[in-house]
C-alpha cells in the first residue's frame, strides 16, 4: 500500500478517497455517521417545534429575528459549501496547492458565518435580554442553533488541523479521505442550516 | 357485543381462579372483577386478546412438543443428517397470513373501545370534577357546585362522571383498577376522562406513574353511592360553614391551635380553592389517615406529629411548628370531628 | 477466567495489553467481563426489590432507597449489561462470519468500549457519592428534572458518555458488514446472527442520537437551567416523553433482534439443518426494525395523545406480531425433521420459544389500547417486558456464551453446570414473573415499594421473591462453570459440527483470525464445504503479507478525560470552581484526539514467513 508517499498525476486514482479500505472503510462509515446525525438534528428541530410558541411572556421569534443578517449567515455558509467543492475538485485532480487555497477560503467563510452567529446571539442577549432561560422558546433556539454552531466551529478546527498536519507532505492515499470526509461534514452542516433558515426563520417571521 | 362476552367472562374468571391460588384479588381493587364501564370495557378486550392469543400459544406449543419428542436424536442414528430444506412457500404464507387475520379481529374491538373510552363529548351536561394530582394526595374540585374535597372521591352510581385532570407538580397517573383504566395527570395539559361505577361500593385507586418516593403510598378511594345519597353529600357539603365552633371542650382547643399554626395556610376547610395541602372539610368521615393508614385518631396523630414517618418525601414535614402530642391529640379531636355529611364510606356499603 | 489461564505472562503485561488492543476478540472479553459485572450488579439490585416485596408493608429498604435501587436496576440491565453483553458476541463472532480479520475501525471499536466502560462506572459511582439516580430508568420529566441531589446528574452524564460509545460501536459494524466480508459472502449468504446484529446497528444509529438530545435536554435543565422541561416558562414534558421512546422501543429491538441471530444460527446448528425460510427470516428481521421506529408512542397509551393517535400506534404494534411470528414458524419448521442435539446452548434456545411466544402473546395484549389502559404501568407490564428482554435476550445470551465459548476462550462450557444453571434459572424465571401478570391485574402498579396487607398481593409477590432466588443461583452456578473451565481440555477447532466460518479457524482464532481469507460458496459455507468431502475452506488468495493495527492507549485515555469532564459537568452547580476540572477533562479528552490525528496510525505487517511458521 502506497499511503506513505505522494502520488504524481500519473499515478492517481481516480478516486483518492476509496483507493484504500481504509478509505472505503472511513468513506461508508461517514455516511452512516451522518445518518445518525440526522436524527440527532431531527430531534432538534422536533423539540424547537413543539416550543416555539412557548415564550412565556417572552419575546417571539418574530419580534427577534432579522432576516437581513439571517441571509448574510446563508449566503456565507452555502458559498462556503461551493468553495469545499472546488477544494474536492482539485484533491481529484491532485493539485494540493489549489486544494489548499480552496480549503482556506472555506474556512474563512466559515469563521465569517460563526461571527454573525455570535453577533447575532449577542444582540439578541443585549438588546432583548433574551437567553437559553428566558423560556422554553429560548432554550429549543439556543439548542438547535447552538448544536449547529458548535458543528461548524468544530469543523473549522478540524480543517485546520488537517491542514497543518498535511501542510508540509501534500496529498496521499492515507490523508485524501480525511480532506474528502470533511467536506462531506461540511456539506452535511450546511444542509441543516438550510431547513434552519427556513423552519426558524423564515417561518418565524411569517407564522 | 357484551352479551356473549359476559358468559365467556364467567368461564375465563373460573379459569383463571383455577390458575391463580389467590383468585382474582381483591374486590374493588382487581381489574379482573370490574364494577365499571371502563373496566369492564377493557376486561372484555383483555379476554378476547388473552383467547386469540391462548389459541396461538396452543398451535406453537403443539409443533413444539412435537419437534422435541419427534426429532430428538435418537440412539443409532447419531450420524443422521437430515434432508437440507430451504423453505416452503405455502406453508410460509400460510402462518403470514393467519396471524394477520387474528390481529384484525383484535384491532376493529380495539379501535371501537379506544374511540368509545376517549368520547367525552357528554362531558358539558353531566358531573365534572376537576382532579388535581400532588406529590402525594389527590384534590377533587366539583365544577361549578361550591365543593372541594380531598382523597375521597364521592360519585354517584350508574352516570358518567368527567374527570378534567391535572398535575400541580409532576406526572401522576389516576387509576382505579375496578372502575377503569388509568390515565396519566400531566403538568401542562389538562386530560379528560369518565368514570361510571356500576354499584355503590369504596374502590381503591392509585397512583400508576412513578412521582417520588412516596408514590407506592399516593392511594385514594372512589366512594360510589346511589344518586339520592349523592345529591344529599352535595348539599351537605354545599352548606359547610368552615368557621362553626366545633363540639366538645378538646376539639375546640384543637380548632384553635389549628388557627393559631397557621394549618389553613395550606389546607382549607369548606369551599375555599386553596390547595396547598388536601382539603379537610369531610376530614372526619374519611376512609384513610393519609390515603393509607387506618382511619382512627392514633393514625391521625402520628400523621400530624410526625409525617415523614407515614409519607417520605410529602411537602407537610418541616412546614409547620413543632406539636406536643397533647397538641396533636386535641388537633385530631377537632379534625376527627369534621364530619358535615350523614354520607360516608359507610353508606357506600363497605 | 479462562484468559489468564493461557497466558504466561505476568498480570500486568496482559492488564496492558487489554487497555490498550484493538483486537475485535479481545475487546469481546472485556464486554463479556464488564457487562457480566454490571450483569452481576443489575441482578444484586434485582434481588433487593425482590426482598423488599416478599412482604406486604415491609421496611427493608426505605422509599427513596427503593426508587435509586430501580431505576439503577433498569438502567444498569438494559445500557451496562444486556448491550455490552450483546456487544461482546458481536465482536467475538462477527469478524470471524463474514471472514474478517477485524472490525472496519479497530481504534473506535476499542474507544466504544472505553466510552461504555467509564460511563457505566459514572454512572455507579452515584452510589457512592449522595445516592442513586430515582426517577426510574426512563427518567421522567418533571421528576428527573426536579429530582434532589446528584443522583440524575450521574444518570445524565453516564448515559451520555456510555451512549456515545455504543453508537460508535453500532457504525463500526455496520462498516465492517458493508466492506469486510470475504469474497464469495454475498449479504445473503451472511449468518443469521451477522444479518440480525447488522440490522440491530441500523438501529443503534437511528435510535441512539435521539437519545443523546434526550439527554442533552435534560442535563441542560439540570445544570444550566435551561426551561425544556419547565413547564411555568413553557416548556413540555410530554416531549421528554417522546424523545425518550423515539429511542427506547428501537432499543428492545436492538437487544432482541442479535439473539434472534444467535437462535437461528443454534437451531440449525444443533438440528443439523440449514435454517428454514431463510430468505424470509432476513426480510422479518428488517420489518421488525423498521416498524420498531413506528411504534414508540405505544409506551404512551396512556398520556393523553387521543384515540386516533392511540389507534393507530395500536394496530402498528400488532403489525410486529406478524414477523416476529414468522420467526418462530420458522425456527419450529428448522427444528422439523432435524436430528436434534440438545446440549446447554440447545436448552436456552430451545427454552426461548415457549417464554418468548408467552412474551409475545401478552405484548399483542398490551398493544391493545383499551386495554392497555389496566395493564400499563402495572406488574402486567412487568412481567411482559421481562419474558420478552429476560426470555429473548439473557436467554440468548446464555446460548451464545454456551456455544461460542469454545470460539471466544478455547474451552467448552461443563455441561452438568451447564444444565444446572438453565433449570434454576428457567424455573425461577417463570416463577418470578408469570405470577406477576396476575399482579398487575390484581391493582399492583410497577414501582411500587410497598403494597399494603389487604390488597390481596402478598402470595403472588412472595412466589415472585421465591423464584428470583432461583434465577441467582443459577447465574452464580455459571459463573463457577466459567471459572472451572479454564483448567479443561482445549477445545478443538470444530466441536459442535458448525456451519458457519467462524467455526473453520481455531478455537481461539489466531489475532489475524483467517491465515488466508476464505472462499465462500454458499449460505453456510464450512458445511457446504464438509458435506463435499473437502472438511475446510478454499482459500480465496494465496498465502501473503497481512496488514494489522496498532495497539493503542488513546482509547482509555479520551474516554478518561470524558469521565472527569462528566464529574465537572455534575459538581459545577454546587460550585463553579469545578468548572476547571469540566475543562481540565474536555481538553485532556480533545488533547488525545490531536495526538491521534498528528501521528499517522499505519499499522504494521505480519510477513509471510512468520505465517508459514505458525501452525494451522
Partial sequence: MSHDHSLNPETMPHEPEKATLEGKNKFIGFWFFLGGETVLFASLFGTYLALHNSTAGGPAGNELFGLELVFVMTILLLTSSLTSVYAIYHMKNNDFGKMTLWFIITIILGFGFVGCELYEFHHYITEYGFTFRSSAFGSAFYALLGFHGGHVTFGLFWMIALLIRNARRGLNLYNAPKFYIWSLYWHFIDVVWVFIFTVVYLMGKVG | ?350 | MSIAATQKRGFGAVLWDYVTTVDHKKIAHLYLFAGGLFFLIGGLEAMLIRIQLAKPDNDFLSAGLYNEVITMHGTTMIFLAAMPLIFALMNAVLPLQIGARDVAFPYLNSLGFWLFMFGGILLNCSWFLGGAPDAGWTAYAPLSTTSPGHGVDFYVMGLQIAGAGTLIGGINFLVTVVNMRAPGMTYMRMPLFTWASFIASVLILFAFPALTVGLFLLMFDRMFGTAFFDVSLGGNTIIWEHIFWIFGHPEVYILILPLFGVFSDVFSTFAKKRLFGYTAMVFATMLIAFLGFMVWAHHMFTVGLGPVANSIFSIATMAIAVPTGIKIFNWLATLWGGNITINSAMLWALAFIPTFTIGGMTGVMVASVAADYQYHDSYFVVAHFHYVIVGGTIFGIFSALHYWWPKMFGRILREGLGKLTFWTFFIGFHLTFFIQHFLGLMGMPRRYWVFHSGDGLDLGNLISTIGAFFMAFGVIVFIINAILTARDAKAPADPWDGRTLEWATASPPAHYNFKQTPLVRGLDPLWIEKSEGKGKMTPAEPLGEIHMPNSSFLPFLFSLGLFVAGFGFIYQTDNKAWLAVLIGGMAFSLGTMVVRSMKDDLGYHISKEELEREAD
Fill in chain 2, 1 to 350: 357485543m357484551k352479551g356473549w362476552m359476559g358468559k365467556l367472562r364467567v368461564l375465563t374468571l373460573l379459569g383463571s381462579i383455577a390458575l391463580v391460588l389467590s383468585g382474582c384479588g381483591r374486590e374493588n381493587l382487581s381489574a379482573l372483577i370490574p364494577k365499571g364501564y371502563g373496566a369492564e370495557t377493557s376486561l372484555d378486550l383483555i379476554i378476547l386478546t388473552a383467547i386469540v392469543m391462548l389459541f396461538v400459544l396452543v398451535i406453537v406449543m403443539i409443533l413444539y412438543v412435537t419437534v422435541l419428542i419427534r426429532f430428538r436424536k435418537k440412539k443409532g442414528k447419531e450420524d443422521f443428517v437430515p434432508k437440507q430444506v430451504e423453505g416452503n412457500k405455502t406453508l410460509e404464507t400460510v402462518w403470514t397470513v393467519i396471524p394477520i387475520i387474528l390481529l384484525i379481529i383484535i384491532a376493529v374491538p380495539t379501535v371501537i373501545a379506544t374511540f368509545d373510552l376517549a368520547d367525552t363529548k357528554g362531558a358539558k351536561d353531566e358531573l365534572n370534577v376537576d382532579v388535581t394530582g400532588n406529590q402525594y394526595w389527590w384534590h377533587f374540585n366539583y365544577n361549578g357546585q361550591e365543593i372541594q374535597t380531598s382523597q375521597d372521591l364521592y360519585i354517584p352510581t350508574g352516570e358518567k362522571v368527567y374527570l378534567n385532570m391535572k398535575s400541580s407538580d409532576v406526572i401522576h397517573s389516576f387509576w382505579v383498577p375496578s372502575i377503569s383504566g388509568k390515565m396519566d395527570v400531566n403538568p401542562e395539559n389538562e386530560n379528560t376522562m369518565y368514570i361510571e361505577a356500576y354499584e355503590e361500593g369504596v374502590y381503591w385507586g392509585k397512583c400508576a406513574e412513578l412521582c417520588g418516593p412516596s408514590h407506592s403510598l399516593m392511594d385514594f378511594k372512589v366512594i360510589a353511592v346511589s344518586p339520592e345519597e349523592f345529591e344529599q353529600w352535595v348539599s351537605d357539603m354545599q352548606n359547610v360553614d368552615p368557621k362553626a365552633v366545633a363540639e366538645g371542650e378538646t376539639a375546640q382547643e384543637g380548632q384553635a391551635l389549628f388557627q393559631e399554626n397557621n394549618c389553613m395556610g395550606c389546607h382549607a376547610i369548606g369551599s375555599s380553592p386553596v390547595q396547598v395541602g388536601p382539603n379537610l372539610t369531610n376530614f372526619g368521615d374519611r376512609s384513610k389517615v393519609a390515603g393509607v393508614l387506618d382511619h382512627n385518631k392514633e393514625n391521625v396523630m402520628k400523621w400530624i406529629m410526625n409525617p415523614e414517618s407515614v409519607k417520605p418525601g410529602n411537602k407537610m414535614t418541616g412546614n409547620y411548628p413543632t406539636l406536643s402530642e397533647e397538641e396533636a391529640s386535641k388537633i385530631a379531636d377537632y379534625l376527627l370531628q369534621l364530619q358535615p355529611s350523614e354520607i360516608t364510606p359507610e353508606s357506600a356499603g363497605n
